[in-house]
């Protein structure tokens, strides 16, 4: 089975390209490093012991696609290719729409011409939109995105539910990810974005490396355990192996369209978060109460039922290994830079 890859360098596809290549599979991957980069190839190298094929390529230039899959016998796509800050999403809607909508389609389209019709896409509870019961179910309402970011993907979904329609021999599996956190436990790969992040564990991250001076928790007024938000965090890595169980079920059903959370299952409020992140590691993480983040809603995670019963997905790490894996990658990185 030969699996094209694309945005296999960014944070879930490097991951899950470990998986793939450790479960024996062939993998082609795409990036065209706008966000990610090309040292996280020499990393998988070094983790895996494998050599990747790859090719430095946009999605959106559909010539050199279509390069890719003449040069390779192609089975099946895992499509991670896309932007993904919200705020950003908000200033620059139309190049988070070519992005992340047109190049689905110019995929699609490339697809469709070399009858390669396995796609597994990346998804976010993010279609959820305000989430109106929890734990969110597949079949929960979405729809009412609060971004562009949000709204893109869920554009991509209604595109692949019309392709489906069309065409019923077309074999795709969209997964919604909740809050992927942490880093694969070699230290090599991880996520550490550049500038003030806007997600909770890269922030703390900071925080802990005193590279920002405290944490501001938005909101302690919430209908929660605690008042603060409550969120589905996932390992990185029990994300990526999903991704072996999503191409499994593929290469069973041969066709449909199938729909699945991936979280854990359980919700952690901010403090949570932050005090096992002390603990684990133990750090300081100063933080103050700042008020609540517009959009943001009260709890939002999932029903991991369907994922368990059809897929065999059962995440193994829990919120400790998730904060011990986040440092720990900062940590080595850090000590890279040096040598
Ligand atoms: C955010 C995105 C969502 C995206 C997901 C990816 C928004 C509104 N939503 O979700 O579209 O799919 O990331 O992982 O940005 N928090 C703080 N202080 C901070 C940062 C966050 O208290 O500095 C709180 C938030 O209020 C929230 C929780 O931490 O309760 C998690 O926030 P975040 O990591 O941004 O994830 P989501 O809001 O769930």
Not at 187 to 212: F, H, R, S, T
């Amino acid at each position: 089975m030969k699996i094209l890859v694309t945005g296999c360098c960014g944070y879930i596809g490097s991951h899950t390209l470990v998986e793939l290549l450790n479960n024996g599979y062939e993998v082609v991957g795409l990036d065209n490093f706008s966000n990610s980069k090309k040292d996280v190839l020499d990393k998988i190298e070094k983790i895996t012991g494998k050599q990747i094929v790859f090719y430095e390529c946009d999605m959106l230039d559909k010539d050199n696609l279509r390069k890719i899959f003449q040069e390779n016998k192609i089975e099946m796509v895992i499509d991670f290719a896309a932007y993904k800050a919200v705020g950003e999403s908000v200033e620059k809607p139309i190049s988070y729409y070519i992005n992340n909508v047109s190049s689905v389609l110019m995929l699609l389209d490339v697809m469709k011409s070399f009858g390669v019709k396995n796609l597994i896409f990346s998804s976010s509870a993010t279609v959820y939109g305000m989430a109106e019961e929890v734990p969110l179910k597949e079949t929960s309402f979405v729809g009412g995105t609060t971004n562009p970011y949000g709204t893109s993907k869920l554009f991509v979904e209604k595109i692949l539910m019309d392709l489906y329609n069309s065409d019923n021999d077309w074999n795709i599996c969209i997964f919604r990810y909740f809050n992927p956190i942490g880093a694969h436990s070699s230290g090599l790969i991880g996520e550490n974005p550049n500038g003030v992040p806007a997600n909770l564990m890269p922030y703390i991250v900071k925080v802990a490396k005193k590279e920002l001076e405290c944490l501001n928790i938005f909101g302690d007024d919430y209908d929660t355990v605690d008042g603060t938000g409550v969120r589905d965090y996932i390992h990185i890595m029990d994300l990526a192996l999903a991704h072996i169980l999503g191409v499994k079920k593929l290469c069973e059903v041969k066709s449909g369209l199938h729909i699945y959370n991936l979280g854990t299952g359980k919700g952690i409020s901010v403090l949570e978060l932050v005090n096992a992140f002390k603990k684990v590691n133990n750090v300081d993480i100063p933080y103050k109460i700042a008020p609540r983040r517009a959009g943001d809603i009260a709890e939002c995670y999932a029903s991991i039922r369907k994922a368990r019963e059809e897929l065999g997905f059962i995440p193994k790490r829990g919120i400790d290994d998730m904060c011990f894996d986040a440092y720990n990658y900062v940590l080595k990185e850090n000590e890279n830079e040096k040598n």
